[in-house]
């Protein structure tokens, strides 16, 4: 026999008659209740911390600042096969930029003269992102008039994000040694179709016009076989690094430079006054190796400590080391070593 169960005084169960059965009732249920907002899980972001030690706006400096990687460099052979569609430009590397400036002399003006590739585009952009976390600026830059270096110019000014955006001074005097084009492998006995400053500015580059350079372009031609020798190039390039020097006594803040390799490497022994250069045609072809794409010397205006010798010792260019982090990119690094030749 079962027992009939009771609930006692205490039960949370209430019962009701019917009939001479009891039957326990359950608790009525309640509403149902909305659930709880699950929050966002918020993840701990490291920024990058873009402070320096002793930083100052007002320090000056120059930054040198090779081109970056361009469409030759990619394949020798691709202005032709670009351009074999009835000079109609089209995909054949997936690395070439998506737009390329309007020549008037057409696909024969991007001989020795080509753009930059997407991957040295997007470098010259990482250049100028690390110049504005490091708060590294400059009032003026100088380029070289070969297009490559226009647009790594560009696209380090675009990461910039300056009140005053600086306008390019393109210089002439600043392209690469002369002998390449006539005495090495290329042997065409001209310099390349340079883009003129009002193709530039209406290709979209913010060009200064009204910049009248230390060598023309025009003189840049009649010095074509009269370089024969590295001091000739290094005479011409020095010219220019002393002008820009000048121009930057009286004026607080920095000045970026953009041309190749060589031309870089002889602006950073003119203005520290390195007196070793290099010797031969090979010593200068060599510095693409030296002075690799979108690789960055910083030279800085130190006032040397007083001594007994030199009691009032004149500020000297210095190249200093650290200032902008390597770029590095599959096993490779643009951080620049100047070759002794003493």
């Known amino acids: 026999m079962y027992r009939a169960y009771k609930p006692s005084s205490f039960s949370p169960l209430k019962r009701r008659s019917v009939g001479r059965s009891e039957v326990p009732l359950m608790p009525p249920k309640s509403k149902p209740t909305s659930p709880r907002p699950t929050l966002p899980l918020r993840a701990t972001l ?15 400096r120059i930054y040198l600042v090779r081109n970056g990687e361009c469409c030759d460099r990619l394949m020798p052979t691709w202005r032709s096969r670009a351009f074999s569609d009835h000079n109609t430009y089209r995909l054949v590397d997936l690395n070439q ?14 001989l020795n003269d080509s753009p930059l590739t997407q991957v040295g585009s997007f470098s010259a952009q ?14 003026t830059v100088y380029c070289s008039p070969a297009l490559r270096c226009v647009q790594t110019a560009h ?8 009140k005053q955006t600086p306008k390019i001074c393109v210089e002439p005097g600043l392209f690469e040694p002369l002998m390449f084009y006539w005495q090495g492998e290329l042997k065409i006995d001209r310099i390349p179709s340079f883009m003129t400053n009002q193709e530039l500015v209406e290709a979209g580059f913010n060009v200064d016009t009204g910049y009248e350079p230390v060598i023309s372009v025009e003189k840049l031609k ?6 024969k020798r590295p001091d000739d190039s290094f005479r011409r390039i020095s010219q220019v690094a002393d002008s820009i020097v000048e121009y930057g006594k009286d004026r607080q803040g920095g000045i970026l430079v953009v041309t190749h390799a060589p031309s870089l490497d002889i602006l950073l022994r003119q203005i520290t006054g390195r007196q070793d250069r290099p010797r031969t045609m090979g010593d200068l072809q060599r510095m693409t190796v030296n002075y690799p794409f979108c690789s960055t010397s910083v030279l800085e205006l130190e006032q040397p400590s007083v001594s007994f010798k030199t ?20 096993y490779t690094q643009n951080s620049v070593e100047v070759q002794d030749f003493s």
Do not use: N
Not at 126 to 139: A, N, S
Not at 155 to 162: E, N, R, T
């Open 46 to 60: 490291l920024p990058l911390s873009a402070k320096i030690d002793d930083e100052r706006s007002s320090t000056k």
């Open 97 to 110: 930029p998506v737009k390329i400036p309007v020549r008037s002399g057409g696909a024969d003006a991007f």
């Open 126 to 139: 990482l250049i100028g992102r690390g110049l504005k976390m490091r708060q590294l600026t400059f009032h």
């Open 155 to 162: 696209a380090i000014i675009s990461m910039m994000q300056l």
């Open 222 to 227: 009649q010095m074509l076989f009269q370089e």
């Open 311 to 330: 009691p009032y010792p004149k500020p000297q260019w210095v190249h200093k080391q650290g200032v902008l982090p390597p770029l590095t990119c599959v």
